[in-house]
């Protein structure tokens, strides 16, 4: 048996695998995000005890059957302080949080947002290390002071369930915002620019290109191989397949992730999204991680009082273009990151009246979110195939409208691809074997109608053109 962790910011799951990549079974676990004048945090005990959990709950349902290999992934960004143990000296600051906003405002308008990018190519955004540990150490710097070390969900978890003597992190967590892509280590002069320098001895080393331990015991057997890394994001792109350059994958999940495999780097053009490095030196991933994605669509089913199972039947029952009604769909907090950088931006609703139903409102939220992947996968560069994954593909209705609005066919992956994708890492790093193909092969492959991918391109077009009247408000 091959297992998964996927520690995620609503929801830890461990998925078991066969080794031929059959999905054999799945524990899962809510965990709690405190959000509070634009804060997000997390409790790491919490968080960890849930990792705990699922893995018990995982191990009881094949009693006896050993666990030949484990791979670890979460999510990325946001701070995570721990002393000497991984264990916490002040709550998770989830890449969710906004407090830094205000300070890269200040790095937006002296150039040093823009310095930092092109040294990295990471745009930052204020739920990023950068901003958060600035912020911390400018407004909380007894945290800094008592933490041995300033890590990344996974890492934190990783640590605690090898009893690892000191925290590590991986390339693809370390590459926001400090990473140098071309010698993937630590860029000294980045930590200079956010007034970080004295803050060095915070960062994890970089386990380049392994991460590997053995499980202490603790909800994994003792002396299971577990590989740390890499985090949800480059870990879905693994688990979908999405290696080869040029092509991408579209992670409908909580955030709206975009990312293109590259091996390219180009520091140039508008200082936006981020460069991922892999664990193959010279490879890389083009992400364009947008801030929210099906947290839009639950805010605005939950608002409007619709179930989850009703959405496929609302958008049946209501035609293209939502009867007018028009969403820019930048609900989160800390405004945008991808594929432009707006601390300040919110969402919009437009051309609603009285005779808008609920169905309106959710089509034009899915539509919205349709555009804003749009946006982010041409800026990431797609020109490839497309593999689309995620909980927002459950929907098929949401899923059709994505492949028209999008304009191209979608090799859907299902199943839980982010640990998916942290098995085939962890394959890769201890030298397992496994039929890659047949562990990424798609679900099945959507194919959008002719005739709504030239309706949704005009829409498309009017979305950058609000879009761009939103920015220029905030």
């Not at 962790?5 to 080794?19: E, H, L, Q, R």
């Not at 926001?176 to 980045?190: A, E, H, K, N, Q």
């Not at 304009?407 to 994708?421: F, Q």
């Amino acid at each position: 048996m091959y297992v998964g962790i996927d520690v995620g910011t609503s929801v830890v799951k461990a998925a078991a695998f066969a080794p031929d990549g059959r999905e054999r079974a799945v524990e899962a676990r809510p965990v709690g995000l405190s959000l509070r004048d634009g804060r997000a945090e997390q409790d790491m005990d919490e968080v960890y005890g849930a990792v705990v959990a699922v893995l018990a709950a995982l191990s009881a349902r094949f009693p006896g059957e050993p666990v030949a290999l484990a791979g670890l992934t979460g999510q990325g960004d946001g701070v995570w302080l721990v002393d000497g143990a991984g264990r916490p000296v002040r709550a998770a600051v989830s890449w969710m949080d906004g407090r830094a906003h205000r300070l890269l405002d200040g790095w937006l308008a002296d150039g040093t947002f823009e310095a930092v990018f092109r040294r990295t190519g990471s745009a930052m955004f204020p739920g990023c290390p950068g901003p958060l540990l600035a912020w911390l150490d400018r407004y909380e710097p007894a945290s800094l002071d008592v933490a041995r070390a300033a890590v990344y969900c996974k890492d934190m978890v990783f640590q605690r369930l090898t009893g690892a003597a000191r925290a590590v992190t991986d390339v693809s967590d370390a590459s926001m915002p400090f990473l140098d892509p071309g010698t993937r280590t630590y860029d000294d002069g980045v930590l200079e620019l956010l007034g970080l320098g004295h803050r060095r001895g915070l960062l994890a080393p970089v386990s380049d290109p392994v991460g590997t331990g053995a499980a202490r015991g603790e909800g994994l057997p003792a002396g299971t191989r577990l590989a740390n890394g890499p985090y949800d994001l480059p870990a879905s792109a693994l688990g979908a397949g999405v290696t080869a350059p040029g092509d991408g994958l579209l992670i409908v999940g909580t955030c709206l992730a975009a990312l293109v495999a590259t091996e390219e780097l180009d520091l140039g053009g508008e200082p936006a999204g981020l460069y991922i490095s892999t664990d193959r030196a010279g490879h890389r991933l083009r992400a364009m991680p947008a801030m929210v994605g099906t947290a839009a669509l639950d805010w605005v089913l939950s608002t409007t009082g619709v179930a989850h199972e009703e959405v496929d039947g609302l958008l049946a029952g209501t035609p293209p273009g939502a009867h007018g009604v028009r969403v820019l769909p930048y609900f989160a907090p800390s405004g945008e990151r991808a594929p432009f950088v707006a601390p300040g931006l919110r969402a919009e609703l437009s051309g609603v009246g009285l005779e808008s139903t609920r169905g309106d409102l959710v089509r034009a939220t899915c539509e919205g979110i349709g555009y804003a992947a749009r946006h982010c996968l041409e800026a990431a560069g797609l020109d490839g195939t497309l593999a689309v994954c995620g909980g927002g593909t459950r929907s098929r209705a949401w899923t059709q409208l994505l492949a028209e609005v999008l304009g191209r066919p979608l090799r859907v992956v299902g199943g839980e691809v982010g640990a998916r994708g942290a098995v085939l890492a962890a394959a890769g790093r201890f030298g397992v074997p496994l039929d890659t193909t047949a562990w990424t092969a798609p679900t099945r492959v959507v194919e959008p109608a002719p005739e709504r991918v030239a309706y949704y391109a005009r829409g498309y077009e009017d979305h950058l053109t609000r879009l761009e009247w939103a920015r220029a408000r905030c």
